[in-house]
Structure formats: structure tokens, C-alpha cells
């Protein structure tokens, strides 16, 4: 654990792996499931194959679509999902489905109005491949899309691999759990909003614990990381979507997340999106200030072109901010005392973020972060146990 926070402290940018080293490891380095071709690549010749990937797809420098097509594996089409094949797209924009201008291959956008692949879209199609950099928290939608990728699998018999990668909030869990009521596509399974499991390690649980629709299991496959486990530091290569431009962002994007359900601005259209927050009310209460503006993946950002006031947390980092390895809720509490306008703070957003009412009346009671934490507690302790039978790595210490 030691060995883990000292390097937390070395991981605010993100490595592209140059193209000459994408495929070789050093003895002990973590080995991504798409890495480890030799492990399913018989599980693919011969078949019609399905991907469903984006920009994090990636064996080294290359594209797993392309790895596969260089050995003669028979990829048909590929899935999408939010913010698009290429990972450049807003969060909740509509993308139409296209095709790959490299190999002219079809690209079906699962995401909008067309979140689960239809029997049509997997005609003809044997196996699909999952291979996409999750970053652990439950309302970031590539766990959700996953869902319904694995259901229209079990509906049409099609076989479902998951090429695991390693979650880089994988060493804890943390969150209230959501609520049936709650259930949306930020939040379809009675989880914390930190779940720490990998993809693999959580189609396992949607599998095992009967979530997808009429009790169906699909015939699920995976391909494990090696060297990897939940006490594991693992930087990842390329961004897993537009506004988690680097390690911070991502370990504090299950906090911040949390003021997408309210008035305030957690940075996007500025060069620090999930890494400061701030309103144009908070003038006078801090000093630090930004304007959001309109960019590639943060078009027409909340609050666009108003100068906000609030906290940069990046500059916590080098005051071990990243050794506070639990969600964090003393932002948003102290965020809403500051608000001139506490009736208009959260949005009906916000509670499906959360996957519950609570949380809203918590804050609005005036509960400080320690107190509301200590209500999630016998709820967290259940949920470990559910997670703790899906689990395909050491675990972290508790």
C-alpha cells in the first residue's frame, strides 16, 4: 500500500506507449486482457466477430480493430459507445452510427435512443468482443452499455468476451448504494457509486446476480490481466473519455461527478475538466476563477462564457490529495453551504447520480460528509459480500 500511494503521487499525466514498444513488457509489468492475444485468439478465428470498443482499445500503440485484422480474424462490424468510437464526442451527445474510414467497417452507435444492439445489429454475428478502459465509478456509462450488450448477447445466443483492463479506482469502494427506484443508465445495478471491479470482475456480478432482463445469462467469456490486482497503480495509456484528460481527473471524477447534478461547473470546457469546481455566485467566497468555454468534447459547457469562482484542486496534489483514497463528499457540502440560492442547487439530475434521495436531504440538513459516510456503512458491507464472489484478483486491504 505503501509502494501504492508513493506512486499516486507520480501519476498526474497520462503515457502514450510509443509504437516500437507495443507489445513488449518488463517482467512483473500489468498485461492487459487485449495483450494476452494468445489467450482468445482461438476463440475467434473461423467465427464472425463483433467489437465493442473506443479510443482505449488498444494493444501498445495500436488499435485492437486492427490487431485483429492483421492476424485474418473476420471482424464484421463494431459497437460504440458514448462519446463515440474515436472518444471525442460530448457527454450525452447523439452520434450516428458511420463507418470506419479505415477499414469501411460499420459503425453502430450504442448510445441515445439505440443503447442495446438489436437482433438485426447482431445477425450473422458469433462473438462480440468488449474492450473498453473503464475508470470505476457506477454512473460512468461504459458498465452500463456493457449491460445491454451482454443482454442482447444472452437473447440472440452470442457469445460475450470481456478483454479485462484494470480499474484505476479499483482499491476501494465507497458510495451510497443505489436504489431500484433510481435505476437509469448512470445507475443500473444495486452497487456503490466506487464498485472497485474491473469490467470482467462486473459482467461476472451482472451475470451471477441474475441483472439482466427476465433472469438471463449470457455465455460469458473473459480474459484476465496479469500481474494486475486491486492493490495495483495502473496508468493508463490514452484518456477513457474527453473531459478525464489524466490521472487526477480520474481519481477524482467519482466525487465530482456529483455536481453534474447541481448549478455548478466541475470545469468542463476548461484545461481542467474533474479537477476544479466553481459558480459565479462563489465571487468573494474564493479566489480562483475560470471561464468555461466551448471545445472539442465540452460543446456548450454549463455555465459557458461566465466567469466562475471556486477551488482548484489541482493543486492539492502535491499536498497528497491522491492519499485520500475514499469518495469525497466535503466539496459538495461545503459547495451547497456557500450557495446563495440553495433551492435551485441540485437538479433532478442529481439523484440519479446518486441512486437516491437521500444524499439531497442529507446535505440539505445541514449533515457534514463524515456523518452522511457513516450512514452508508451497513449497506457498503453488503454489497462487499456480492462483490467480494465475482472477484477475479487480490483484493486490497481493508
Same mark, same amino acid.
Given at each position: 500500500?505503501?509502494?501504492?500511494?508513493?506512486?499516486?503521487?507520480? *501519476?498526474?499525466?497520462?503515457?502514450?506507449?510509443?509504437?516500437?514498444?507495443?507489445?513488449?513488457?518488463?517482467?512483473?509489468?500489468?498485461?492487459?486482457?487485449?495483450?494476452?492475444?494468445?489467450?482468445?485468439?482461438?476463440?475467434?478465428?473461423?467465427?464472425?466477430?463483433?467489437?465493442?470498443?473506443? =479510443?482505449?482499445?488498444?494493444?501498445?500503440?495500436?488499435?485492437? %480493430?486492427?490487431?485483429?485484422?492483421?492476424? @485474418?480474424?473476420?471482424?464484421? #462490424?463494431?459497437?460504440?459507445?458514448?462519446?463515440?468510437?474515436?472518444?471525442?464526442?460530448?457527454?450525452? *451527445?447523439?452520434?450516428?452510427? *458511420? #463507418?470506419?474510414?479505415?477499414?469501411?467497417?460499420?459503425?453502430?452507435?450504442?448510445?441515445?435512443?439505440?443503447?442495446?444492439?438489436?437482433?438485426?445489429?447482431?445477425?450473422?454475428?458469433?462473438?462480440?468482443?468488449?474492450?473498453?478502459?473503464?475508470?470505476?465509478?457506477?454512473?460512468?456509462?461504459?458498465?452500463?452499455?456493457?449491460?445491454?450488450?451482454?443482454?442482447?448477447?444472452?437473447?440472440?445466443?452470442?457469445?460475450?468476451?470481456?478483454?479485462?483492463?484494470?480499474?484505476?479506482?479499483?482499491?476501494?469502494?465507497? @458510495? $451510497?448504494?443505489?436504489?431500484? $427506484?433510481? #435505476? /437509469?443508465?448512470?445507475?443500473?445495478?444495486?452497487?456503490?457509486?466506487?464498485?472497485?471491479?474491473?469490467?470482467?470482475?462486473?459482467?461476472?456480478?451482472?451475470?451471477?446476480?441474475?441483472?439482466?432482463?427476465?433472469?438471463? =445469462?449470457?455465455?460469458?467469456?473473459?480474459?484476465?490481466?496479469?500481474?494486475?490486482?486491486?492493490?495495483?497503480?495502473?496508468? %493508463?495509456?490514452?484518456?477513457?473519455?474527453?473531459?478525464? $484528460?489524466? +490521472?487526477?481527473?480520474?481519481?477524482?471524477?467519482?466525487?465530482?461527478?456529483?455536481?453534474? @447534478?447541481?448549478?455548478?461547473?466541475? @470545469?468542463?470546457?476548461?484545461?481542467?475538466?474533474?479537477?476544479?469546481?466553481?459558480? $459565479?455566485?462563489?465571487?468573494?467566497?474564493?479566489?480562483?476563477?475560470?471561464?468555461?468555454?466551448?471545445?472539442?468534447?465540452?460543446?456548450?459547457?454549463?455555465?459557458?462564457?461566465? &466567469?466562475?469562482?471556486?477551488?482548484?484542486?489541482?493543486?492539492?496534489?502535491?499536498?497528497?490529495?491522491?492519499?485520500?483514497?475514499?469518495?469525497?463528499?466535503?466539496?459538495?457540502?461545503? +459547495?451547497? #453551504?456557500? /450557495?446563495?440560492?440553495?433551492?435551485?442547487?441540485?437538479?433532478?439530475?442529481?439523484?440519479?447520480?446518486?441512486?437516491?434521495?437521500?444524499?439531497?436531504?442529507?446535505?440539505?440538513?445541514?449533515?457534514?460528509?463524515?456523518?452522511?459516510?457513516?450512514?452508508? &456503512?451497513?449497506?457498503?458491507?453488503?454489497?462487499?459480500?456480492?462483490?467480494?464472489?465475482?472477484?477475479?484478483?487480490?483484493?486490497?486491504?481493508?
Amino acid at each position: 500500500m505503501i509502494k501504492y500511494l508513493l506512486l499516486l503521487n507520480f *501519476a498526474f499525466s497520462f503515457i502514450a506507449c510509443s509504437p516500437s514498444k507495443s507489445t513488449a513488457k518488463k517482467q512483473g509489468e500489468i498485461q492487459v486482457g487485449a495483450e494476452r492475444l494468445n489467450e482468445y485468439k482461438e476463440l475467434l478465428v473461423g467465427k464472425r466477430v463483433a467489437l465493442l470498443v473506443n =479510443q482505449s482499445s488498444r494493444i501498445g500503440a495500436t488499435h485492437l %480493430l486492427d490487431s485483429l485484422l492483421s492476424i @485474418g480474424i473476420n471482424v464484421e #462490424k463494431i459497437f460504440s459507445p458514448e462519446h463515440g468510437f474515436r472518444g471525442n464526442a460530448d457527454a450525452g *451527445a447523439h452520434i450516428d452510427n *458511420a #463507418k470506419d474510414n479505415k477499414t469501411g467497417l460499420p459503425i453502430i452507435s450504442l448510445y441515445g435512443n439505440h443503447k442495446k444492439p438489436t437482433k438485426t445489429d447482431l445477425a450473422n454475428i458469433d462473438i462480440l468482443v468488449f474492450d473498453i478502459q473503464d475508470v470505476g465509478a457506477r454512473f460512468y456509462t461504459y458498465i452500463s452499455t456493457m449491460h445491454y450488450a451482454m443482454e442482447a448477447c444472452a437473447e440472440n445466443k452470442v457469445q460475450f468476451l470481456v478483454l479485462d483492463r484494470p480499474n484505476p479506482n479499483g482499491h476501494y469502494v465507497d @458510495g $451510497p448504494v443505489l436504489e431500484v $427506484p433510481f #435505476k /437509469s443508465f448512470v445507475g443500473m445495478h444495486n452497487v456503490p457509486i466506487v464498485h472497485g471491479m474491473t469490467v470482467a470482475e462486473y459482467a461476472q456480478m451482472i451475470n451471477g446476480q441474475y441483472y439482466l432482463k427476465d433472469s438471463l =445469462q449470457c455465455d460469458l467469456q473473459y480474459v484476465k490481466c496479469e500481474n494486475y490486482d486491486h492493490n495495483s497503480f495502473y496508468q %493508463l495509456p490514452v484518456k477513457p473519455s474527453p473531459n478525464l $484528460p489524466n +490521472a487526477l481527473a480520474v481519481y477524482l471524477y467519482p466525487s465530482l461527478c456529483l455536481f453534474e @447534478g447541481t448549478v455548478i461547473s466541475v @470545469g468542463r470546457g476548461t484545461n481542467k475538466p474533474f479537477q476544479i469546481f466553481g459558480h $459565479p455566485d462563489f465571487e468573494g467566497i474564493y479566489d480562483y476563477s475560470f471561464t468555461p468555454e466551448s471545445k472539442e468534447g465540452a460543446t456548450h459547457p454549463k455555465l459557458e462564457g461566465t &466567469k466562475c469562482f471556486g477551488k482548484d484542486l489541482s493543486v492539492l496534489q502535491k499536498q497528497g490529495i491522491m492519499k485520500t483514497i475514499k469518495l469525497n463528499l466535503t466539496w459538495i457540502v461545503e +459547495a451547497y #453551504k456557500n /450557495s446563495k440560492d440553495k433551492a435551485g442547487f441540485f437538479t433532478p439530475f442529481f439523484t440519479k447520480l446518486a441512486g437516491t434521495e437521500k444524499l439531497q436531504k442529507q446535505i440539505e440538513q445541514g449533515m457534514s460528509a463524515k456523518a452522511i459516510k457513516l450512514t452508508w &456503512k451497513e449497506d457498503l458491507t453488503q454489497s462487499q459480500q456480492i462483490r467480494k464472489k465475482y472477484l477475479l484478483y487480490k483484493d486490497f486491504k481493508q
